[in-house]
């Protein structure tokens, strides 16, 4: 784990007459592929019947053109793309997940993590359900099916089902005449819609998904609300639970999201200029030359080069063939000389004085590495600036941090950091500064607990991510 | 729907110590291949923790040496091979089926097909069940879980589960600690069980899946039984649920299983001998030689030599290469002079009178086209003999013919059966001599209602095999 | 090597109009799939265009719909199927080659082998000829190139070019506008021709090819024969090179070809069901059943029973589902248990004296299984015919047995083989009923010589399949 | 043919002990994968046994660890990217070529183009010559092969060969005991060599995939030179053929190599930067930021800022993703809409006067498009700059261009051009400030022909890239 990793990315498509729908989804979740590249799906809604495909890989992988042949044409869709894990299991937990129950049939998207996920599974296994998969989704799927029996309509259901689920959930739900989007009432994840020429509605994690088809950015789903796409127009419910202080998460701007990404009114990519900005102010040097690691590092450096007056420059070319079929060097040894991946242009930077602007430090190896490549392409001095705070505490709300086991900032002092990294100096954006990066005035809160600890909502007792793997084995079989 | 289907096969292994019961799945499901060849898959429990590998296609592809290898050993296994349809949905229908529940986990391998799932289901969707596929095997499922709430153990919810549901059901299900045969009351499908030397426990639907690994046939599972193999040792339970007449599917004998299977006691091979011998009888002919259609109308070619004195003769050629993969010529207007799959041997048949022997008519084509290469290959008179019955009803009981619709039998009269098909005789084993052909005695009865149409069971009422998928999209979303 | 293999099948196509030749050579193929199953590859021509597809893989995993279509319709086409060896180059040296040459373009199919290659090839470097890979169909295509520059027409070239290659070749050539059948003047290889009702001419290496694709047999082509098929028709050369003593290859009719194949006037099936029937004279044994080793030992099964007396019977099934992906067991003695490919037929072979029949004893190994198997099942006796003589020496026109080393005949006497195998008795058919078997009366001869050590031709000095390799690395570069 | 392609990259390794040279060719190839994505391969010397591998695709897609595996270790590998046309052949024509002739064997990399192939071939077709492929790299081989024949080494053929190839060649020539590199006296084409610490040399075509593999850079191949690896040490031979004017490819620092890597002792990365600063001397206008277009349009636009003193910001995103497995959108009228591979960031550009930095104009149609991108994302001004003079003739030397019908420059005015763009302003780099931006001195030259027409070497007459096919196809078969 040496990067973070986003969960997922959601996707919807509602047309006013049938179309290529699974087209949409395809082009929309090539540009949400950022967000999870372990499995991806489509469901298209032909008429109320589902045509589902869904495999590990990535979107262009899975999607080949017979493929999405065979999806059909539709007047709705959903698609997913899920983040990478290793070993079994991926195929069976891709999106979106189909169920069937007494009111017809149901396609869900998810993005984000529960809190209260165990404690609603213990709840419905002792009422006699079977669980097909270990993620939340299918957890929120049953929740909704059991208000279903009792509600007039699917929104009601998913209305009533929002005050039993907590955490951070930005759904897209298709019903067999209805697609609705829904994001948790603190609005951990984003999620957007837009509409394109031809009247289509597009939901999506991320505004650039929007971009991709030609759709025109509507507006943000609020925290809390339910959007209700059908024949009859659209539909918002704003009062389906109570009220929570809204508080998107911070990581989407600084790392999660692309830079061409509008969310909740923030532009990424300013947002990471500001913090290139606000990084030059914490700890100014004397510099010759600053330098983004590419690709998520190159906002801030144009942002920090802007405030501190000295050089852009580019200091790495990455090797974009680079893929998940890339096989890596066997010894570690060899891997020391190795830059197959990312390459120092030592035209750029030899002989210099190199700020070098990253956005985050997991476990400091990457760092390490890149710190030295610089020194050897002839850096006279490296210095490191990260465009976050440190990294000190467990998200629950959808990331794949889930321990302070492997996070060097919960183990070192920052000098034993710049130590280890071989950095000459190193500043990391300071907790003080993520409103101003934010361009946020007061009335805005954001969440950023992985940095101060201070978490929005309750949080699991049981944390570790296979937990349901685990609870099996050990429970036996009486 | 040229041919007949089997719906599935099941296999298991229980081993005393952690082996490669993958590689045994392996092996068992190449055996069980002819009765299903659409997908598979195989779960391994190692001390608790389920692998699962299901996937379309043949066992040979599905399972490279990579796949095997990923599933790692185990202490017990769980396969199944599934028959082909065509279209969507095959890869989420492979099983086994895997669910966690309240006490644990379970994976469930089924044969055969349900007539009261359509109650049932709707029975549990009315509580909020949700469901994933449209098999019987999750209905099963849900139903053994609700057992198990308050069942002490895993195999007392199974016989609870065997009292609510009704049809055609060998079932092998693993739970962490114990892997479980059952068999439905009237048998309709067949389960046996053997060892090998080295104390492994094997499960499978036909006796030769043990040959394949060396284990030691040991005995059928009985109708209604409950084989409970575990650490404590194997328990048979066998008053599960109330007592039925015993009712063996006939066309197992007649089609499905393999020759060198022996089930309940009776040897495919010989039962289908017997078919040639006393189909000898029922309209005798001159004739110089009897060939058979391969590969199922052999054995019966043999039994009619034998019994005719007309000597057995090698008819045709099957092309061995000719798989799934096969594409088949654009026009009819072409097909008729092409003989990829089959070719008759002319040195064998021309100017002779040839008895030729298949093992049904379903749609009359084939047959058709058979008898037209015999004619082109020289032979002076076709007399077509077929070892079953007409096929004049629908199956209910795990097979693909539910429906009259398609069945020549049904619509035609013999004679015009002969005529269409090209035939200068034509005649079918005689329902009378089926019992001779079984070689039973009085005291055991068979399942042969898609000959008789007297049915061991009630039937259901809504038989279209996609019923869930049309209840769905009728019901809408309200 | 525990089976012998034919190195290769080819297939030509000529239409008067431009067709689907692409699917006519892709039928034929199929069909001629058993003598080879490395590679396979088709060459339409496109009015003087060449389109090539070639790769490793039996022929319906390469030709797949997409493959198919991108090959476009021609009005010729030459196919090839090459034989199965392991490890590198095996894509390189797919057939039909295609070589560009001075007068235009050339593809070649070839089947058999020729003795004076490495003379061809060493006086072709010697003036600077490169190769590409280390077939003889390369030196075949270089020696008519060079024919070509002093010849009139592409098959004055190709009749020169006769004169100086020797040994075994039957041999499908396509020049733009010609297509060019050549069989070696002493008739090693099988070589036929028919045509279509709609006017298509076709050249098989064998005439189940024909059958395959609807085509009628005209004849076989004559041993030294060249037959041109061009706009103006068909020509016949018969006088290319001087006369040869005909010598077809028995081994095609023993083993390697199809049994419903006709070679030079001989149906393989008959011939085969002969050596059955002289089997039972050789050493007359009291049995209760014959069975056959599927697939090649059952026609002269039938033939042995039906001397005999003594019933014929299914002894064994072969699981058809078993193929090239097929991963066998790790451990040789788990082996012994396995019965995954062939599984005898208990309830046939029980307390019976059976004689088993099977075409080839090459190593022993898979000979003395297969007894095993019988008495495993509990036959009281196994008496093994072998429907040709002992396989005595090597063979250098094309068929993979190229030295002594691996040949169990001729390191062991009759008896010590039969106590190997473990069979009661064993009686190979003798050298002398050869004659007998092919029915041949005193005009026609045939090539014997891996039973009688008589060759034909001049044999090579350097028999090193691979001597080329070596060559190559043990003159290094001065 | 929206863009242009370097027509290929080399690689040698040679390791003075066996050791995994296959693995050091992948990374090395993979560091050169921009100069061609159409087939790759990879050729082992192992004690001059050589094992080889070519297929189509990209280099992470046909080298799977079992392919690498399978090539084994070796003393010395030779290695090739192509790149990418569409249409049949490509596999037969992929790199290394490796032939078999009299003084033993050869494989070859070639990148370049020769301008007497058509020559040369048909003399060597009329001593009898065959060709497999349409490449000048077989016609290379048999050049080399014939000199071999009276020449007392290999580097004396290839200094013989010299004498008689003309044009652009940069070849990686291995025999059973040495690796040779070869540039053309002209240099057209890159070609370097490298050590690393373990004391393998490298050979590759830019000095990136020298860093890949932790090489360190020794020095570029001079034009005209033959550099000999042997376990005698190095050999440099000059003065193989008559000497040449340099005129390495000015277009290779434009556009075709990596920004990291130094040619011919010029940072391509710098020679980008001074042509974004000489462009802001063409023709300066008044803007707010400068962008470039991703990715090969950044180091300009870094270059324009710093001499302009315009801001820098980044533009656009660029989807990673997007390879050559998407499916473009079916309706042109839909790809208006649809900004899939890049998407502006409207954040940076919205409401301002851009300058928009470009490496070339092709067709037109590309720029176009991107110039539309801005102003629907709100830019004010879009002022295209081009880093390189107007592209108007064909080049003989190894790019894909060798017609001028495609070219927008050749039948446009600069202010057509500008008005078909949709553009504000338009200017190119001038022809004279090549030089400068190339740094160079009066003492070195390069060849600029595609922009100024001046070719340093004599010219085909037949420049039809398929010439060989339609040759042959008019010729036809007499």
């Given at each position: 784990m040496a990067e973070l990793r986003e969960e997922c990315g959601v996707f919807g498509v509602f047309s006013p007459v049938e179309t290529d729908v699974a087209m949409d989804s395809y082009y929309g979740l090539f540009a949400l592929q950022h967000r999870g590249q372990e499995s991806c799906g489509i469901v298209v809604n032909d008429d109320g019947l589902f045509h589902t495909y869904k495999d590990e890989g990535l979107v262009g992988k899975v999607f080949t053109p017979d493929v999405l042949a065979s999806l059909g044409h539709g007047t709705m869709a959903v698609g997913h793309v899920r983040y990478g894990t290793t070993g079994g299991g991926g195929r069976s937990n891709a999106q979106p997940v189909v169920v069937n129950h007494i009111k017809g049939r149901m396609a869900l998207a998810h993005n984000g993590n529960l809190v209260n996920s165990y404690e609603l599974r213990s709840e419905l296994e002792l009422r006699g359900a079977i669980f097909?998969?270990?993620?939340?989704t299918e957890v929120i799927s049953y929740i909704i099916t059991q208000e279903r029996l009792q509600s007039a309509s699917i929104q009601e259901a998913v209305a009533r089902a929002m005050r039993r689920i907590r955490g951070a959930y930005s759904l897209v739900i298709m019903s067999p005449a209805k697609l609705i989007a829904v994001r948790d009432p603190n609005g951990f994840r984003p999620l957007c819609y837009g509409k394109k020429e031809d009247g289509t509605y597009v939901i999506a994690s991320e505004s650039c998904a929007l971009d991709s088809i030609g759709a025109e950015f509507i507006r943000d789903v609020e925290p809390g609300e339910i959007l209700v796409f059908s024949k009859e127009g659209i539909q918002s419910i704003k009062d389906a639970c109570g009220s929570a202080a809204h508080s998107p998460c911070v990581f989407e701007y600084i790392y999660?999201?692309?830079?061409?990404s509008v969310i909740d009114g923030i532009s990424v990519h300013e947002c990471r200029l500001r913090a290139g900005e606000l990084l030059a102010e914490e700890l100014p040097v004397e510099a010759d030359v600053v330098v983004g690691v590419p690709d998520s590092g190159l906002d801030a450096a144009i942002g920090y080069s802007k405030r501190s007056g000295i050089p852009y420059e580019m200091g790495f070319i990455k090797n974009k063939y680079i893929g998940r079929t890339f096989i890596s060097p066997g010894q570690s040894a060899r891997q020391?000389?190795?830059?197959?991946k990312l390459n120092p242009i030592s035209s750029a930077v030899r002989g210099k004085r190199v700020v070098m602007v990253d956005d985050s430090i997991v476990r400091g190896t990457t760092s390490r590495r890149i710190v030295k490549l610089l020194r050897d392409a002839g850096a006279a001095e490296v210095h490191l600036r990260v465009s976050a705070p440190p990294f000190l505490n467990p998200c629950y709300y959808g990331t794949d941090i889930d321990s302070r086991d492997c996070l060097i900032a919960c183990r070192s002092t920052l000098d034993e950091i710049r130590e280890s990294i071989g950095a000459d100096t190193l500043a990391y954006l300071s907790l003080e500064n993520l409103p101003r990066m934010l361009g946020a005035d007061g009335g805005c809160s954001f969440c950023s607990a992985c940095f101060s600890g201070k978490y929005p909502t309750e949080i699991p007792t049981d944390t570790h991510k296979n937990r349901f793997e685990q609870k099996i084995s050990e429970k036996g079989d009486l």
């Amino acid at each position: 784990m040496a990067e973070l990793r986003e969960e997922c990315g959601v996707f919807g498509v509602f047309s006013p007459v049938e179309t290529d729908v699974a087209m949409d989804s395809y082009y929309g979740l090539f540009a949400l592929q950022h967000r999870g590249q372990e499995s991806c799906g489509i469901v298209v809604n032909d008429d109320g019947l589902f045509h589902t495909y869904k495999d590990e890989g990535l979107v262009g992988k899975v999607f080949t053109p017979d493929v999405l042949a065979s999806l059909g044409h539709g007047t709705m869709a959903v698609g997913h793309v899920r983040y990478g894990t290793t070993g079994g299991g991926g195929r069976s937990n891709a999106q979106p997940v189909v169920v069937n129950h007494i009111k017809g049939r149901m396609a869900l998207a998810h993005n984000g993590n529960l809190v209260n996920s165990y404690e609603l599974r213990s709840e419905l296994e002792l009422r006699g359900a079977i669980f097909h998969t270990t993620s939340d989704t299918e957890v929120i799927s049953y929740i909704i099916t059991q208000e279903r029996l009792q509600s007039a309509s699917i929104q009601e259901a998913v209305a009533r089902a929002m005050r039993r689920i907590r955490g951070a959930y930005s759904l897209v739900i298709m019903s067999p005449a209805k697609l609705i989007a829904v994001r948790d009432p603190n609005g951990f994840r984003p999620l957007c819609y837009g509409k394109k020429e031809d009247g289509t509605y597009v939901i999506a994690s991320e505004s650039c998904a929007l971009d991709s088809i030609g759709a025109e950015f509507i507006r943000d789903v609020e925290p809390g609300e339910i959007l209700v796409f059908s024949k009859e127009g659209i539909q918002s419910i704003k009062d389906a639970c109570g009220s929570a202080a809204h508080s998107p998460c911070v990581f989407e701007y600084i790392y999660f999201s692309r830079p061409d990404s509008v969310i909740d009114g923030i532009s990424v990519h300013e947002c990471r200029l500001r913090a290139g900005e606000l990084l030059a102010e914490e700890l100014p040097v004397e510099a010759d030359v600053v330098v983004g690691v590419p690709d998520s590092g190159l906002d801030a450096a144009i942002g920090y080069s802007k405030r501190s007056g000295i050089p852009y420059e580019m200091g790495f070319i990455k090797n974009k063939y680079i893929g998940r079929t890339f096989i890596s060097p066997g010894q570690s040894a060899r891997q020391d000389g190795v830059k197959i991946k990312l390459n120092p242009i030592s035209s750029a930077v030899r002989g210099k004085r190199v700020v070098m602007v990253d956005d985050s430090i997991v476990r400091g190896t990457t760092s390490r590495r890149i710190v030295k490549l610089l020194r050897d392409a002839g850096a006279a001095e490296v210095h490191l600036r990260v465009s976050a705070p440190p990294f000190l505490n467990p998200c629950y709300y959808g990331t794949d941090i889930d321990s302070r086991d492997c996070l060097i900032a919960c183990r070192s002092t920052l000098d034993e950091i710049r130590e280890s990294i071989g950095a000459d100096t190193l500043a990391y954006l300071s907790l003080e500064n993520l409103p101003r990066m934010l361009g946020a005035d007061g009335g805005c809160s954001f969440c950023s607990a992985c940095f101060s600890g201070k978490y929005p909502t309750e949080i699991p007792t049981d944390t570790h991510k296979n937990r349901f793997e685990q609870k099996i084995s050990e429970k036996g079989d009486l």
